[in-house]
């Protein structure tokens, strides 16, 4: 969920009684604000290469990115690599985080679920993306089914953790007070606690969608074909910086719609349950 400080929601009123958005709050300034440090990042890109205080074969120029874009988008090959990653990202998000809701409910409402699940999915949660590549590619083979796992694997943990540690918060009374009424089971987790930890709950899906694009690269890097992650380490052997550069742009750039999509998710979520 978006973080903002109680002076940005909370409206101000000038001198005539009339309400005035805060400065930081307006959304000419959000959308000013936002672009102007990539801009200064791109200015002083350009600075550096056409200046040649960093040599071209190290750094190429913002244009020659493009032009490297423009030439994989001609042959069709660049349209190929970000549908590959963008459907592997979801389905592997999508799998990753039904579980790690399902598991959260099971460790956050069962005190018994706590006790036995609980430590051995936090040291799991310790291991790093790469450690599960050799087995995954052992028992899956190298194929879409390892890609996908591994990516779930990098979805799960973020919302099993955020959605388990807020329904663990979730006031007692509240519950008690759902359960004075009659409340048991799946009614009384969707009146009184699914209400109070939707805002854990969207937080955890916006961390799994950035740790899918992390783990995603990492799946790409070590066995694949077509991808963004197979464009960066073909790149790497073929000594075409402009291209890694290029897979870097896009991985940023779609992993920012896609987190604007889940925002408009966000919102309609939100509506509905606060």
Not at 85 to 98: P, Y
Not at 111 to 119: D, K, M, N, T
Not at 252 to 260: D, K, P, S
């Amino acid at each position: 969920m978006t973080l903002e400080t109680t002076a940005t929601r909370t409206p101000r009123k000038d001198g005539a009684g009339l309400t005035a958005t805060p400065f930081w709050a307006r959304r000419g300034v959000r959308i000013g604000g936002g672009l102007l440090v990539p801009l200064l990042l791109l200015a002083a890109w350009q600075f550096v290469t056409t200046t040649g205080l960093i040599p071209t074969y190290r750094l190429p120029t913002p244009g020659s990115v493009v032009q490297a874009g423009v030439q994989l988008a001609a042959d069709g090959d660049l349209w190929l690599h970000i549908a590959i990653s963008t459907q592997r990202v979801i389905v592997g998000f999508l799998i990753g985080s039904v579980l790690g809701l399902a598991v959260a409910a099971v460790v956050g409402l069962s005190r018994a679920g706590e006790v036995l699940l609980g430590p051995t999915i936090i040291a799991l949660r310790a291991v790093p993306s790469l450690a599960w590549v050799p087995l995954l590619i052992l028992w899956m083979q190298i194929g879409e089914d390892s890609k996908v796992t591994l990516i779930a694997i990098g979805a799960f943990f973020p919302v099993f953790t955020t959605v388990a540690a807020g329904l663990h918060r979730v006031d007692p009374h509240l519950v008690e007070a759902g359960r004075s009424f009659g409340l048991r089971g799946g009614s009384l987790l969707r009146t009184v606690q699914l209400p109070a930890v939707v805002p854990s709950m969207v937080a955890g899906l916006r961390l799994g969608l950035a740790q899918a694009w992390l783990f995603l690269v990492a799946a790409e890097l070590i066995a694949a074909s077509m991808g963004l992650g197979f464009l960066l380490i073909d790149s790497q052997y073929n000594g075409r910086v402009d291209r890694i550069i290029l897979a870097i742009v896009l991985l940023a750039l779609l992993g920012t719609v896609t987190n604007a999509l889940l925002s408009l998710f966000e919102r309609a979520v939100l509506k509905r349950w606060l």
